[in-house]
């Protein structure tokens, strides 16, 4: 088996839809959070690669569990990870569950219906915003909050992508059950634009994510710390701003993602709206929907 390294994409997080580890968190957390962040890029590298065989890709991420549980010393970033972790009495639960979803990806490239996609997003995303509030020390209250905004974040990176995942991964998170009802195979989705009824079909998913959205709106006014407070309250609008794209755009032919202009103004009312709600003063204004 070949360096892992040698399946990497080159990409990093200044390249991701949703800050990590920005400005907004305190210096004394970021190491550990870049250090949690560069194993799951390599994870998700590995599981992503177009070329790699599946049975090479699951002991790939196999040789990164061994090294979160000390049981090898490589590949390095997983190590220093699992250094970082245990200077702070921090478990490796969150990214052997994030692992879980990366060998998920390998073996099962199609999702059922809506209740699989939480299923995986059980795995996928909520791992992540546990991690970050358990670096903070934040009360277990909050994760329910934080289990939805990471599942809307997943949701929204899934539709965006659907048509790259299909003819690059031949993968496809949207569901079958509702490609199926609205007379679709998944085929539709390696058209060069989305038909009336595939249109419908992601629109009618965004609605429902927008649910997820709602429930987690309180959570950047729930934890105690200010910063990732501003940290919560920023990527809940940047993901309430790209949600409300896929509603009236085609992530097939159209651009969904934000430019850095737009992102930067739509973080600035994210940290605004934040601020807001710590301070009780009103109630908060929806982007794409004020």
Known sequence: MSAITDLASGEDHRGENFPVASVLIAPRHRPVVLAFYRVARMADDIADHPRAAPQEKLDRLNAIEAALLARANAPAAAVQLRDALQERALTPAH??????????????????????????????????????LDVHGESRDTWG??????????IINHLQDCGRDYSELDRVYVPQDSLEAAGLGVETLGAPRASAALRSVLSELAERNGGLLATARSLAGAVRNLRLGLEIGVIQALAQSLNHRLLTRDPLSQRVHHRPIEALGIAAFGCGEALRSRLGLGKPVVLGHS
């Open 95 to 132: 990214m052997l569950d994030l692992l879980h979803a990366f060998r998920r990806d390998v073996i099962k490239p199609r999702t059922a219906d809506w209740a699989d996609l939480m299923d995986y997003c059980r795995y996928s995303a909520c791992p992540v915003g546990r991690f970050m």
């Open 145 to 154: 909050a934080s289990d939805a905004l990471c599942t809307a974040l997943q």
